[in-house]
């Protein structure tokens, strides 16, 4: 195994991190958290950089879920709006063979998965479907307010299916969620009587592929949310005096930055890691996926709560930043579901024995001990 | 980010593999529990590995190695995890002292040390720590007064593991040109020099795996010294950067732990006869030590990589040992709670239970693959000591946070 990037992803980072510092800032920031609107964000940003990590046949620019880590990665490091991105991207693998959509995913229609979020999406719970169209309700759907499609699991006379639903019909309501973390929105979505069309794909597959990409890439968020509370809390341990010294020159403060770094390091280590196993293919992706989402969105609520004692009373405020990381990483632990749920998975795959009634879907049948 | 194997490397897998099948059954199993009695199963395997081409698999070729790089090696330890492989017993020979040597050492002191550290004729031990400079190595005070033709060393080393087998020592002493760090010297000593007395001690499990080592003006020539007069500390750098790469992958396998631990709850039911797999909390408790094992093989993975690219130790390795030593602590813990208080048992009391002439002779008959009890309780207790060894986790803390992320000293 070679765990390195090629000079390619480097300059991907490099060039993505640049066009970030230039495009959004703390000011920034709060005027589309408060306006409850960071569409202005999500075109542009859309525009420059939402093909990479889909496949250039798809009418993508290439590249893969490495890739689509270090854009998660990097969005989250400045805070970034990333609803939008997030959904299409879990959602265009639904999308194979259907260029016209896809094309139009990439160029910022966003497309969103109808489940919920607060669950692994293989676990998402299907519409009934029916001669008179599609008609149920979904809570709390990922970018469910700016979504102009939505790719619709069903119950099908022969299984599960997958549909794509136009949200612009009068038979689609959405009812926006407002969340204490203002980077990602969520919506209720109501169908009564929705056109559908089936897709052509194998709905419980892609559900599985899903379902790692939303463990990688919001295990990859949470890495970027912790570097910079990490970067915050340190330079604020520089600056800070108080008995006449850096707070930063006390052990019991040294101590806790080291201890977020680890959390960081570690997490950089296995994003990666995972990222190329699943794109890969290994025998134990989907365990893989499941342990970075589980121990790195965990860890990284733990560091964000050792960031806040690191600032003081400073941290708590409304006006410093630190809050709005805090918050994308408390989001982040449970969303696309929660350590436990994850871990679950681990044990029935781990611990499946000839007499357990347990049947390991999410992971699927390629996943071996 | 690759998970392909280089045609060399899988070629190699291949080879090691089938060598290690070969030879492991030719040893004269069961290896021995306790430290004393391993030399003699060891020492042959040793010898069959440096006649394979198995020795020093990273020392340059010239010095009898492979000139491999880490990712090689590492294929190695694997395999021999894998294949239940013994122990190594010269850990200090051959990833610190030798490699100082190969890097610091006089054409002389090449030519007498390194290949006998290979054949496994030499094990080596590390006289740094002392009664009163433990994390502050740089406050040692044993001393080396200039004689005619050499030195004349007295003063006390403690916590030097396997000094009671070692052949050899690599040997930190003050020479006077200076304050601290500035007045030190990087000595070899031969530990059947006159003067030199080793005392066993006990660690907390009642075994003699490290030892008080007691140096009254022993005799060593000018030609003992590495590096320059004075100049010892630089080559202690040198040797804690080849220790790092060692010390962040770590000494365990924990894939091959977390397989044992899996393999262990599937096969166990609890008191009530119900199946130990099917108890929630022992469910959540291993997908979460799974999941850190996870982490801990992309931080290993990681840290090769740069290793074997020739890049400087970075960041991953830095935390490794951080991430390490409390994962191995909390699997054999867990190993060990799966029979409630198992852990519990004085060692004493454990060889009467056994009731086959003590513990030793208890795990003689488990054989070398033996994954119960007794396996966790020793890694649980050894656990305990890497965490403290070679920079204890509070040192290796402030270490991170002055050194990588530039906090205030004072």
Sequence with gaps: MEWKFSEEQEAYAEALQDWLSGAVDSEKL?????????????????????????????????????????????????????????????????????PAEVEEAVGGQTV???????????????????????????????????????VVPVAGAHGLELHVVDAGQESVRVTPRRLLD?????????????????????????????????????????????QTMLDLAVDYAKQRQQFGVFIGSFQAVKHAAASIMVAVEAARSAVYY???????????????????????????????????????????????????????????????????AWNDHIADVLLLTAGDQATPRLLGAGASV | MDFSERPDEAQFRTEVRAWLSETLPTLQWPEPPELEDKVPFWRPYQTALFEAG???????????????????SSIFSEESAHAGAPERLN???????????????????????????????????????????????????????????????????IWTSRAQLAAHAILLARTGGGERHRG???????????????????????????????????????????????????????????????????????????????????????ADGNPLGADPHVRRSVADLWGRVHLHQAISQRVISGASGGEPPGEATSIGKLFF??????????????????????????????????????????????????HWLRLANQARGTAIAGGSTYIQRNIVAERILGMPKK
């Excluded at chain 1, 169209?133 to 700016?146: E, N, P």
């Excluded at chain 2, 020093?56 to 990712?71: F, K, M, S």
């Excluded at chain 2, 044993?142 to 060393?153: S, Y």
């Excluded at chain 2, 030199?196 to 030892?211: I, K, Q, S, W, Y």
Aim: with cysteine; aromatic share 6%; hydrophobic share 40%.
């Design chain 1, 182 to 226: 203002r980077s990602r929105t969520l919506a209720d979505v109501t169908l009564d009587g929705a056109a559908s069309q089936r897709l052509d794909v194998d709905a419980v597959s892609v559900l599985e592929a899903i379902s790692r990409r939303a463990a990688v890439l919001v295990a990859a968020d949470t890495l970027g949310a912790s």
């Design chain 2, 54 to 72: 198995y020795a020093g698999l990273t020392w340059p070729q010239e010095y009898g190695g492979q000139g491999l790089d880490e990712r090689m």
């Design chain 1, 274 to 340: 995972t990222a190329a196993s699943v794109d890969s293919d290994q025998p134990e992706a989907a365990l893989h996926a499941a342990a970075a989402k589980a121990q790195i969105t965990a860890e990284g609520t733990r560091s964000a709560d050792t960031a806040l004692t690191m600032h003081g009373a400073i941290g708590y405020t409304w006006e410093h930043d630190l809050q709005l990381y805090y918050k994308r990483a408390k989001l982040n632990e449970g969303l696309f579901g929660s350590p436990g």
């Design chain 1, 112 to 150: 969103a998965l109808l489940a919920s979020a607060d669950r692994i999406p293989s676990a998402a719970v299907p519409l009934q479907g029916g001669a008179n169209g599609l008609t149920g309700s979904v809570a709390r759907v990922l970018a469910g307010d700016t979504a102009v499609r939505f």
């Design chain 1, 30 to 98: 709060r005027g589309w958290f408060d306006s409850g609107d960071a569409s202005a964000f999500a075109e542009t940003f859309a525009r420059d950089w939402a093909g990479v990590g889909i496949p250039e046949e798809d009418g993508g620019q290439g590249g893969g879920l490495v890739e689509l880590a270090l854009t998660a990665e990097h969005l989250a490091r400045v805070d970034a709006p990333s609803a939008a991105w997030l959904a299409t991207t879990l959602a265009v693998p639904a999308l194979a063979g259907r």
């Design chain 2, 91 to 157: 850990t200090i020979g051959e990833d610190f002292a030798g490699p100082t040597i190969a890097h610091f050492g006089t054409a002389e002191q090449k030519e007498k040390y390194l290949r006998r550290i290979l054949t496994g004729e030499d094990i080596w031990c590390q006289l740094f720590s002392e009664p009163e400079s433990g994390s502050d190595l740089a406050s040692l005070r044993t001393k080396a007064v200039k004689v005619d033709g050499g030195w004349r060393i007295t003063g006390q080393k």
């Design chain 2, 325 to 374: 030593c409390p994962l191995v602590e909390d699997l054999a813990d867990f190993g060990l709670s799966l029979e409630p208080l198992n852990d519990q048992f004085d060692l004493e009391d454990e060889v009467a239970a056994v009731g086959t002439g003590g513990l030793a002779a208890a795990e003689h008959e488990a054989g070398p693959q033996d994954q119960g009890h007794r």
């Design chain 2, 184 to 270: 030190i010297t990087y000595f070899l000593l031969p530990m059947d020099s006159e003067g030199v007395t080793v005392r066993p001690l006990e660690h907390m499990l009642g075994e003699a795996e490290f030892n008080e080592v007691f140096l009254d003006n022993v005799f060593l020539p000018d030609s003992a010294v590495v590096g320059e007069v004075d100049g010892g500390w630089k080559v202690t750098m040198g040797t804690l950067a080849f220790e790092r790469v060692a010390i962040a992958t770590g000494r365990v396998n924990t894939v091959k732990e977390i397989r044992n631990l899996v393999d262990d709850v599937r096969s166990r039911t609890d």
